[in-house]
């Protein structure tokens, strides 16, 4: 949206918004993330600090204000105010916030799941279909009715096809970072849960054409690239996170990702396999799912 579904929902606040008066705004220092109360809406912001760029170091360092804070010997340390220009902070905006918005981005504690196949037939399955948040905003994407200039690749085939675009976790100015999801055009596969060797095509479709755009657009090859689906994702609809090597991208820890190359081998050995495979997985306290999971013994 990342990855994240919310920040994909989120648009600016126009400005004739813009000038309501905040009621309440209540910050989680340690994350950045706000909560703020606008006249009649409740909004979620987002403040992220855009990179550092190379192509900008020259003014970085020409025109910033050094305040001295600690010098031993050979080592010190500054406070540096950047220039104007350099000193922006991207700001993502979901307003109206729904409550489950509101808790996605509150800072909670975590806890590793273990969800057999059953539990996930028994407690995720039935929680999901209740719960999911909204896909419409996929849905735009893929019909071309949001997002159209932001596609680097399309496959439009309805079977195997897909949409790659950058992820607005990457501001596209370099490629240290680069962050970009393949969206199937195929609808109804909501997880690894729902793989089976049927799809086979289609991800493998995913896999060497993502790999091939990234080439031809980035000039960036396959081996310096991170292919991988979240369990749980964080929204409900296949995708595939296409990252660069040693970017530490959000959600890219091993409780939570899984390597698109080995999901194809996965189901290329087991048509069943993540069917019935036991997969472990982060939920946070305030996690709907994590409460059923506790209702049912399993936490």
């Known amino acids: 949206m990342s990855e994240t579904a919310a920040k994909r929902e989120a648009n600016w606040v126009e400005s004739e918004n813009s000038s309501r008066k905040v009621k309440r705004a209540k910050a989680d220092e340690d994350n950045g993330h706000f909560k703020i109360m606008f006249a009649d809406k409740e909004a979620v912001v987002i403040l992220e600090k855009t990179p550092i760029r190379e192509d900008t170091l020259a003014d970085l360092f020409s025109g910033s204000v050094l305040k001295l ?51 996930y037939e028994s407690i995720t399955l039935p929680y999901i279909q209740q719960q999911s948040f909204s896909l419409q905003w996929v849905y735009n994407i893929l019909e071309k009715n949001a997002e159209a200039d932001r596609i680097v690749f399309e496959d439009p085939d309805p079977k195997v096809g897909f949409v790659l675009l950058p992820d607005f976790k990457w501001d596209q100015k370099q490629v240290d970072d680069l962050y970009l999801i393949a969206i199937a055009h195929c609808r109804g596969i909501r997880s690894l849960r729902d793989l089976k060797s049927e799809h086979l095509p289609l991800l493998q479709n995913i896999f060497e054409k993502g790999k091939e755009a990234i080439m031809q657009r980035y000039n960036l090859p396959a081996s310096k690239l991170r292919v991988y689906l979240h369990y749980q994702p964080s929204y409900y609809h296949l995708h595939v996170h296409f990252t660069k090597l040693g ?37 946070r306290a305030e996690d709907g799912l994590l409460s059923k999971f506790k209702e049912s013994g399993k936490l």
Do not use: W
């Open 247 to 283: 970017y530490e991208a959000p959600g890219c820890g091993v409780e939570r990702a899984h390597l698109l190359a080995d999901v194809i081998q996965n189901l290329q050995s087991d048509f069943q396999y993540y069917k019935t495979r036991t997969l472990y997985f982060p939920l």
């Open 69 to 119: 804070e600690m010098k031993n010997d050979i080592y010190s340390t500054y406070r540096l105010q950047a220039p104007h220009h350099l000193n922006e902070i991207k700001t993502t905006v979901v307003c109206p916030a729904t409550e489950k918005h509101i808790k996605k981005y509150q800072r909670q504690e975590s806890f590793l799941v273990e969800e057999t196949g059953e539990d």
